[in-house]
């Protein structure tokens, strides 16, 4: 379904700790990106990347870390630095133009 | 850099009316436009698009406008169905290819049977 897939669906992090989100595709797309989602602010890009190996910063990467040593694969680490990471986090991948969706992450902070 | 706004922010709409959602951007060189259609609790998914050659496209009961020159494109959907409920969001993005897509913040519609 889609060929992208992100896990867990739901994650708990305590206060202070890192946590890694994954996110693999299948679609051989050369393009992923990390977008955080809150209540009424839309899609907010965190990180991109549109080869192996490179990637860069969105409008909010501050306290979040990604890499991309696969074309398959870009976790995202939100780390302890990111003050409020309680949100969902959707991974998509692109071909040309459009834009693929994973289903998505909750991650709350207990 | 980009810059997408997106309104109104909720949309009630009665079934059988038409439903319009208006986006503006600020970036002259973004060329790629689309619509994202997500229902509650699953991923947004692409439903129409448009590039900045073409003023419209239609697809059944949607279509997008675009205006160029007022850097503003819209969503019609027309004949509403209760299934039609969600949040669309518009996005632009620019480059030849492929390019980062920046969102608008959403609009949550409703559709009364």
């Known amino acids: 379904d889609g060929g992208i897939t992100q896990s867990p669906k739901y994650l708990f992090r305590k206060e202070g700790q890192n946590v890694t989100l994954s996110c693999e595709q299948n679609?051989?797309?050369?393009?992923m990106y990390w977008y955080r989602q809150d209540p009424g602010q839309g899609l907010r890009l965190i990180y991109y990347s549109q080869i192996v190996n490179d990637f860069q910063k969105g409008d909010i990467a501050e306290g979040y870390s990604v890499s991309r040593e696969k074309k398959e694969s870009f976790p995202l680490t939100v780390t302890s630095a990111q003050k409020n990471p309680t949100a969902f986090y959707l991974c998509?991948?692109?071909?040309?133009?459009?834009?693929?969706f994973g289903q998505g992450t909750r991650l709350t902070v207990v | 850099g980009e810059n997408v706004e997106q309104h109104p922010s909720t949309l009630s709409v009665q079934e059988g009316d038409s439903a319009v959602i208006k986006c503006t951007y600020s970036?002259?060189?973004?060329?790629?436009f689309p619509w994202y259609k997500q229902e509650l609790g699953k991923r947004p998914q692409l439903i129409i698009d448009?590039?900045?050659?073409?003023g419209e496209k239609k697809d059944q009961r949607i279509a997008v406008t675009l205006n160029k020159t007022a850097k503003h494109f819209s969503l019609h959907i027309t004949e509403t169905q209760p299934e039609d409920s969600a949040v669309y969001f518009c996005a632009a993005s620019k480059g030849r290819s492929q390019g980062n897509l920046i969102f608008g913040k959403g609009t949550k519609l409703s559709v009364k049977p």
């Open positions: 679609l051989n797309h050369d393009a």
């Open positions: 998509a991948s692109s071909h040309g133009r459009q834009a693929f």
């Open positions: 448009i590039r900045s050659n073409v």
């Open positions: 970036d002259s060189a973004s060329n790629y």
